[in-house]
């Protein structure tokens, strides 16, 4: 197929994925958006958080299920090394099954729920299951959608803050993209130790990033979609480890899983996933901005390249002399990993679907089947 460009909506729409082209692009102005009503909320949620998170008792969970967990797991870590509090991650469908094992009744204990749609069963299951099981429990709910069940049985609550993004991150295409990215920078925002002019003034800054990343990439990502890579490897260690799990996702859900994409740590891929490579495999490696990280990652780039098996091996992160033969690169101001997590997605979200359409699958609806669903069906919840 012809090589089509993000901003080319028309062919878009021949190819089925309008939407999802759409809410890849969109995501800059919707983080600006979001910086906007982020300034405004900011006094209601800072009473609702109150000195909690200066507490060693709290806890605080963040949870979702597949895309929304794995915004957790790009969050937790970057936002408890800043605060007394316990903050950590717990997948919705690791707490339904072993409760026991997260949820202590005399611990305070805060549940921060990820949804798009905000209507999941594991979501509402685990808000219930939490209320249920601990004394002191309290609820934020960060959600797309402020007519899903979250908003809705928050709504009056004293114990639940629901915090909404901007209406059109609510994705209608089957892949989370913008609901995913504006909800994870809302939790770094929330979170964050530094004074909320310092926050509000980083959304701005990562839009821009991406604006310009969006722009540069583009045409270079449709071009790489066209080569038959049947294997993709993403990397990338501290909060990038989740990123590539969400990029990796993406290019199996929208392939309909006829490409099969892993992902891993720089470290870790040496011991044993390594062997998945061939000359059908795409390594793509995010670049933390620690040169301590960036270190590793340019020994097993060095290491990739030399071996000659993979098909394409590239990188993508911030620009620096360590690693100048980086094949996607910005220049970034001193930020952590995780806010930077958003921008280098775009890259993924747009190979995933650039990807998608030449393999003459549908972007905003790749399981037309019905066989997986854009809010998951089928969950029995079930009770001790």
């Known amino acids: 197929m012809d090589l089509t460009l993000i901003s080319d909506l028309s062919t878009w729409q021949q190819l089925g994925g309008t939407d999802t082209a759409t809410e890849i692009a969109q995501q800059p102005q919707l983080w600006e958006a979001l910086a906007s009503n982020l300034a405004t909320d ?31 797991e790009m969050v937790a870590d970057t936002l408890n090394a800043q605060w007394p509090a316990e903050i950590r991650v717990v997948h919705t469908t ?39 099981d601990v004394d002191d429990a309290r609820f934020l709910d960060i959600t797309c959608n402020a007519e899903g069940e979250l908003a809705r049985r928050g709504a009056g609550r004293q114990d639940t803050c629901t915090l909404l993004m901007p209406a059109a991150s ?6 989370m993209t913008s609901s995913l990215t504006c909800m994870l920078l809302a939790a770094l925002a929330v979170f964050d130790r530094a004074p ?4 509000i003034a980083r959304l701005h800054q990562v839009a821009t990033l991406a604006r310009d990343g969006i722009a540069q990439w583009d045409g270079a990502v449709a071009t790489l979609a066209q080569q038959p890579f049947s ?23 929208l392939t309909a899983g ?19 490579l061939n000359s059908q495999t795409l390594v793509v490696v995010f670049r933390s901005a620690l040169p301590l990280a960036r270190r590793y990652e340019q020994d ?13 091996v590239l990188s993508i992160g911030p620009q620096s002399d360590i690693g100048a033969d980086d094949d996607y690169t910005l220049p970034v101001p001193a930020m952590q990993d995780s806010w930077l997590a958003p921008v280098w997605l775009t890259f993924a979200q747009l190979y995933a679907l650039q990807r998608s359409a030449s393999m003459g699958l549908t ?3 790749p399981f037309p089947d019905g066989t997986v669903n854009r809010v998951v069906k089928g969950v029995t919840i079930h009770h001790d």
Do not use: M
Request: contains cysteine.
């Open 300 to 312: 097993l780039l060095e290491e990739l390249r030399s071996d000659g098996v993979a098909g394409k």
């Open 231 to 253: 294997r993709v490897i993403y990397l990338g260690s501290g909060p990038h480890e989740a990123l590539a799990r969400e990029a990796a996702l993406k290019v199996l859900e």
């Open 170 to 175: 609510c994705d209608r295409a089957f892949a």
């Open 196 to 199: 909320w002019g310092e926050r």
């Open 94 to 132: 690791s707490l339904l099954t072993h409760p026991a094992l997260y949820l202590q009744r005399d611990r305070p204990t805060l549940l921060v729920s990820f949804g798009r749609s905000g209507s999941s069963p594991e979501s509402v299951a685990a808000v219930e299951r939490v209320r249920a």
């Open 258 to 276: 006829r490409v099969l994409a892993i992902a891993n740590t720089p470290l870790g891929f040496r011991h044993g996933p390594k062997s998945t």
């Open 42 to 72: 900011a006094p209601r949620l800072q009473a609702f958080l109150g000195e909690r998170l200066n507490d060693p008792r709290q806890r605080v969970l963040f949870t979702g299920a597949g895309s929304s967990g794995f915004i957790a």
């Open 363 to 365: 972007p905003d609806n």
